[in-house]
């Protein structure tokens, strides 16, 4: 299969879910099988799986060590990774590793454990995210919660299984412009 061929069809594909499996580090993935759906995965000639989505939601992960080598060796183009479910794990922040995922477009943490609001930033640099879920972690008590997010996140179409809006947007910019600082600069004074 040609790599225009993949682009053309994985999004179709189903996702490799190990979902409800009690997986605590990335490695388990490596020897632990992924649920059956009602469409079988298609895989490349090396065994790996052919779809563009990863599903890990509901088990016990607490952070994402190995989670590119682990990727690497599932998927045969981790590259074009575009979905990643991980709600209703353990994880206490957003890791740097999803920063990376340059195609992600859905991104699911919501139900863990995040406690920062500023975690959300790192996702800023991913151009093709339309779809974040957060509701459930810690930082959704935070004031300001979607208005901070939003304004974080500008590309997002979708936030905790709602769509943004225009009026979501304009109050965003008002909660951003009444709420956050910007930094200021020094200017080095010249000594003539």
């Known amino acids: 299969m040609s790599k225009q061929d993949y682009m053309n069809t994985s999004v179709q594909e189903p996702p490799l879910d190990y979902s ?7 490695q388990d993935l490596l020897s632990e099988e992924p649920r059956t759906g009602l469409r079988p995965l298609k895989h490349s ?13 509901n088990n016990v992960l607490s952070d994402l060590r190995d ?11 981790p590259e074009n990774l575009a979905w990643i479910d991980l709600s209703f794990n353990d994880l206490t922040s957003i ?8 195609n992600l477009s859905v991104l699911y943490l ?3 454990s995040i406690q920062r609001l ?3 930033n790192k996702l800023a640099v991913l151009p093709r995210l339309r779809s974040l879920t957060l509701h459930g972690n810690p930082i959704e008590e ?13 590309r997002i179409t979708t936030f ?17 412009r009444m709420n956050i600082r910007p930094k200021k600069t020094h200017l080095k004074e010249n000594i003539l």
């Open 20 to 26: 409800f499996k009690s997986i605590h580090v990335f």
């Open 45 to 57: 000639k090396s065994g790996k799986s052919l779809t563009q989505s990863l599903w890990l939601n």
């Open 67 to 77: 989670f590119t080598q682990v990727v690497s060796q599932l998927l045969e183009h």
């Open 95 to 102: 890791d740097p590793v999803l920063t990376t995922v340059f």
């Open 110 to 112: 919501h139900g863990n």
């Open 118 to 120: 500023g975690e959300v």
């Open 142 to 154: 935070e004031k300001g919660y979607r208005q901070y997010v939003l304004c974080s996140v500008p």
């Open 160 to 176: 905790d299984f709602s769509g943004v809006t225009k009026s979501d947007r304009t109050t965003a910019e008002v909660w951003k």
